[in-house]
């Protein structure tokens, strides 16, 4: 089976940098996603790794170390908007392999 | 491309009713999923397809069907609705082969079961 652990919630400023991690077991990994969630809407895309190492887009950088079944993301000069829950998840394996979330991560960005 | 449409957006049942919820997706692709969400929960995952007449269970497959006739319908059905299904559902599908794997969302289908 698969399983993910991330922080139910966490707190920081405007302008501020925040760390999002996961932890994850699974018995099949085809790699790491993270989707982000403004108040119960649809859930959006924002990064993936396959791979270890550091992933960038703009704001937005996500980190896999496949060895330490670890991942984070990571948020940089926090805006408002960014207030939302962030969501991890593994793919299991092959081509259909099922995606796995986990519980989330309560974001509140304060002025 | 409308991407992934579902309907209704919002249901309310009585306990023993049946209903399907409809999703659709223009997008062609060949991976579709339902997932429940509900408060502390996170997203899990009921059943998922990976092309036209296969299907498979997920984490909490008890009390929903699934069928998939053609790439672009994934209908989830509820043979007798329980309070316990009580949730928000929201369906979900990607491409199979390559690419970052991004699965795009519907608007979800806000169910009470009273």
């Known amino acids: 089976g698969q399983s993910l652990e991330q922080p139910s919630e966490v707190t920081a400023v405007e302008g501020a940098i925040v760390q999002i991690n996961c932890t994850y077991q699974t018995s099949g990994f085809y790699g790491l996603s993270w989707y982000q969630q403004h108040d119960g809407g649809a859930p959006t895309f924002l990064s993936y790794n396959a791979l270890d190492g550091l992933e960038e887009t703009g704001r937005f950088s996500s980190f896999l170390s496949r060895s330490d079944s670890y991942g984070y993301l990571l948020l940089q000069e926090l805006q408002m908007k960014d207030s939302a829950s962030y969501f991890c998840a593994v793919k299991g394996s092959g081509q259909g392999g099922k995606l796995i979330f986990g519980q989330g991560t309560e974001l509140s960005v304060k002025p | 491309n409308a991407g992934v449409t579902q309907t209704p957006k919002f249901q309310v049942l009585k306990t023993g009713q049946s209903m399907t919820l409809q999703c659709a997706q223009d997008?062609?692709?060949?991976?579709m999923s339902w997932y429940r969400q509900d408060p502390g929960m996170g997203l899990r995952l009921i059943h998922y397809?990976?092309?036209?007449?296969?299907?498979d269970q997920g984490e909490v497959p008890n009390g929903y069907n699934v069928s998939r006739s053609t790439t672009e319908d994934f209908p989830l059905r509820l043979l007798s609705a329980a309070p316990s299904q009580t949730s928000v559902y929201f369906c979900?599908?990607?491409?199979?082969?390559?690419?970052?794997?991004?699965?795009?969302f519907g608007p979800g289908t806000r169910l009470t079961v009273l």
């Open positions: 397809s990976v092309g036209a007449g296969i299907t």
């Open positions: 997008m062609n692709h060949e991976y």
């Open positions: 979900a599908s990607r491409l199979t082969g390559g690419g970052n794997n991004e699965q795009f």
